[in-house]
């Protein structure tokens, strides 16, 4: 068959998934949205998120533009294709824009979500839920859309081979990239600047609770949720999932050269079929997700499961056949049980993201203990338990590694006695990239089980505010903690992807350089393989790539973390300014100045967003221009080890803390009030910028680190000293 | 000349060093001891000590054992050479042997020092830091005659050739690598268990000051300073001086094997000679260090840096005639050019250590200001602090890497026209080995101003309990201060040294496995060389290799760190117990039962220093076995990147706590009592382990994968499944 044109269904799929999504946001905006008050409420979270917003895309389009400039002088002196400006730009955009769908629905469902949560815990699930979808599908639906239209654009008008198409699609991410880089960094120091300047000061010094409408921080923290945990997390996942198309585009195409065009073009499809039979999957799970009008909790959570693995069962089962038609029978078994890896992996290192931060389980637990001979002891407790928990997603993403090699290499053929298979080491790293494109096809669910926390999280703020009856509060707190259990999930298939993908796409730069090393020989002169690269780890070139990878991990979690102290800083400041100057504001009499916090936080995060994430652009290009590509690929690979393992620490111990305060608050040693759960605020508090800043935009800097050294491959082979 | 019997000149100065040593020893003993209470306090805290190292030694005895049986069995089969066992045994006893008698000393010299420093701070100095001597001198001693003895044994009475002698004597770090560990791990988690401990209750909960009599847990406290800080720390100098020998030697037999037999042996000998240059030039140092009666705190910090660059310039100079009498006129430039740069490198290091964690600095008043928003904050700040400065050690150490790697390499023989110079790979190799004793020459000069603080630490200690006028505990409170600015310093080669001997190590490991590799072919068959090799990143069990060296420096520092937790967990509940129940306590009238507090942290530290070590000796073996010499070399590689990185920002957080939390003391930010200080209390109880038990353990750890590998290469190359 003709799979060029089968990218017509990737368009198909993505359109299916944006209709969803338009119509799950119908859905939401059918609810009502309450009292006067909650709308209020509402409107100024929605319009501090907005505006934070709208500013942060002038500060970024500013640098794309000097980034598009640059391209362009690139593309003119032929060392990227011309397409690149004009791909970073979309992908951008595009990211931007799901983030934005994202952020705005989620600004309308906190309130809608705290009225429903009036009548019952399954009408707020319902609520949240739908407006997670609404993101999700979004993203799902965009970069899908981006995929499948690059492709039909280059191959039907610009008539491109498939050399080239693969060559200018894994750096089409590289805008993509920025972005959320951008998002990740700047959002996460949004939302803890304002949630510890909040705390520090309204729940430690003046002891009044938390969301407490006297708090001039308050509308500053709800507006965080939105802006980090709902825009930044889109855009995070929506680089990971577009990257592990790219990748996967640009490995097929060099696995199934030797079998022809045909095959070319369907291990090409394959990836984005996958992700329509995803889409479809996902699609699927929202439908399993219903429950009884006076569910309990733990009806809630079992929904939510039945839905997300259900969704993944789907998946495996529709993979099969899509797999066999696409690469044929020759072909498809040993790429299907790399996609099935890849899909398993996902699924165990959720399971242990949550065995590790859930208070139903021992590690947590036994940090809890640790908050009653104080801060200090639940501190260094937390550390240990996240450093401990690495243990086993690198166990899992090592696994997947080795698994989806060799069952995509062929040596499942070899192994049963088949005479014919042959063991290839190019279907075998292209299989990697097929078991990240698995891992992350369930996305339209994953995502929206994450998503949906910030809204009902925004929800209860809404309802402490405007003074809702306080069942409304304990409803959406049921909801918040469901939220947090799920984004324990949402969080393993986002790290354990991004690993993966950045293997996949540091496995693709190898092969361009080669290629841009060789366009670079005279005339005549021996081809440049591969082989004649020195990848060899006694390479100084490539020890020191590691090298700097490593201390690029550090210091940009250094970076990101003080950010968030010196914003908090001046949140605590501020906050100390209102409580002393505005007179009544204790009493309740006088409305603190919410505007200002917002506005602090706003250019704080603008300002601190940066620093860090120029020093992601710079540091790959800087250290190929002197370590050359050799130096490069050490770089993408030390910082995707060291930053795997430095982020799965860091969500996990924030995450550990978190829900080990909760334990407390619950009722456990000691409880509320308590001299342990005094200690226990301080470790979350320190555990804030850990789960929520610098540990998941981790995640971004390594995939970026791999994207922009693709695209500065053709100066570095040329102009690189050593 | 024939340089093989020159290594009676290491000999000569290992027996030089020891018996400085020996007259330092009586120098210190001379002094008067002071009161009766005094010399019971000191007797108390001598008893602990040695009961720990004695109990310490006899679980070390049982693992030595069954280590010692497996290298037999492994010598029987043919997998390593028959010394192994007995160089095993002679190691690890030599360096338990330099740790206790540097604890010996330094717990007959607290005491002495607490009593000479009534007299004058610059008295009081005298006598501390001569103890430190003892311990460096003895290291360094100690060490130098195991290597010369053993290769004068190797030669001369059994006969080997080079190429044997390499191989064995770079296997011959093992023993002393895993008694390194356990000193390490073990004495870090004592002296932080009680440490914390006694902070937790006695400062934070009872109100007490520190080194309070009163406090059970005080006087293991000031044991846990001797067996932590003086003996874990000559341990772990022990391994990095003994091993940067090893490792030089080894490669320096491969780079200079095409010029003959004398230039081979001249390579091996290089490095004793250099370290013979290091006595020297370090008991000049020690004249040095002479002050006026009544010097300042500036002036003693100043004449004890004046020793120090002193010492560092007087090898500098030394080094240039003994390189060139050594390898010729045709080959010392170059290297000469590397030593120096490890000498530089290690200054540097030092000086970057003292900038990120000195009070007199931007950044530690930075992270104190940062206490005056409470102790998330300060904690934040402090993570970040010591994240952000990886940044200097790590382009240090890769511009030694380069340095020293193309000066020895004879890259400035091309630059500067010298027509004969050829580019060799081998002797840039060996120029990296040689950085390393460069680093690490001046060692008894450089340990000693490390290993004098803990002295004076407790000489404080003593002061308090035994009552004496409070100008003494000012005085040894300043003898504390200098002390931690030169153990920055220190720290800063013992950090940097590590790092380069374990590159070295890994180095050799290679070209040992190619060997090893090689002797397994049939007979006929083409040999098997370094290019059969495939250490490409790209290559799947390089990769994992590198992700388990990753892991591995994060689960072992959350044991080390958990070890210390439940550590001073317990003896939390102990010190309260002992306040409740013996009656009169608070008011001084009953005697705390000290020796229960000693007890308890020796069987934590015990007990918990099993783990973290077996894990450091099993993952390397494990690795071999699944993933090949390939794997292995990826996890030495990931693993001392990593560590490195890891312990440069434990250790320069957890200084810059600390210090931040005496600036805040000296009256800063509201003083001692104000809430920035109860935040920077908790701050320096989180940096504790961070400093003194995680931290330095990295050092060892990685360096003991190197070794461990290295004995199982046969094993590995043999039974590997990939």
Known sequence: MNWEIAFVIGVAGALIALA????????????????????????????????????????????????????????????????????????????????????????????????????????????????????????????????????????????????????????????????????????????????????LVGKVEAGIPEDDPRNPAVIADNVGDNVGDVAGMGADLYESYIKSMHASIALGYAAFMHLG??????????????????????????????????????????????????????????????????????????????????????????????????AHYKPTKNLAKASETGSATFIIGGIALGMKSTIAPVLIIIAAVVGSFLAAGGVFGFVFGDADAVMSFNSGLYGIGLAAVGMLSTLGLTLACDAYGPVADNAGGIAEMAGMDPKVRERTDTLDSIGNTTAATGKGFAIGSAALTSLALLVSFIKLAVREIDALRPAGAEPFTMADLNLNIQNPSVLIGIFIGAMLVFVFSAMTMSAVKRAAQSIVLEVRRQFREIAGIMEGKADPDYATCVDLCTKSALREMVGPTVLGVVVPIITGLIFGVEGVIGLIGGSTVVGFVMAVFMANSGGAWDNAKKYIEAGNHGGKGSEAHKAAVIGDTVGDPFKDTTGPSLNTLFKMVATVSMVFVGIIAAYSIF
Chains 1, 2 share one sequence.
Request: net charge positive.
């Open 20 to 199: 969803f999504a338009f119509i799950q946001s119908r859905k939401v905006m059918k609810f009502s949205e309450g009292t006067e008050k909650m709308k209020k409420i509402a409107a100024s979270i929605r319009s501090g998120a907005k505006a934070y917003l709208k500013r942060q895309f002038k500060v970024v389009i500013i640098f794309y533009m000097i980034v598009v400039v640059l391209l362009a002088i690139l593309a003119v002196f032929g060392y990227i294709s011309v397409f690149m400006p004009f791909a970073f730009l979309i992908g951008g955009l595009l990211t931007q824009l799901s983030a934005f769908i994202g952020m705005k629905i989620a600004t309308f469902a906190n309130s809608r979500t705290a009225n429903a949560a009036e009548q019952s815990l399954n009408k707020g699930l319902r609520v949240a839920f739908s407006s997670g979808t609404v993101l999700s599908f979004t993203v799902v639906g965009l970069s899908l859309l981006d995929v499948s239209l690059w492709f039909l654009l280059l191959r039907f008008v610009f008539d491109l081979g498939p050399t080239e198409i693969a060559d200018n699609m894994v750096m089409f991410g590289v805008g993509v990239a920025v972005f959320a880089l951008f998002a990740r960094v700047g959002g996460g120091i949004f939302t803890k600047a304002a949630d510890v300047g909040a705390d």
């Open 261 to 358: 065009y045909d095959m070319v073009f369907a291990s090409m499809f394959l990836p984005v079929a996958l992700a329509v039979v995803g889409v479809i999957a996902s699609l699927a799970g929202t439908f399993f997700i219903r429950t009884k009008e006076n569910a309990t909790k733990k009806q809630l959570l079992d929904t939510l499961r039945f839905g997300t693995y259900g969704a993944a069962a789907i998946a495996a089962v529709g993979f099969a056949p899509v797999t066999f038609l696409i690469m044929g029978a020759d072909n498809w078994f040993g790429l299907y049980l790399a996609i099935l890896v890849g899909l398993v992996a996902g699924c165990l290192i959720a399971y242990f993201t949550e065995y590790f931060t859930s």
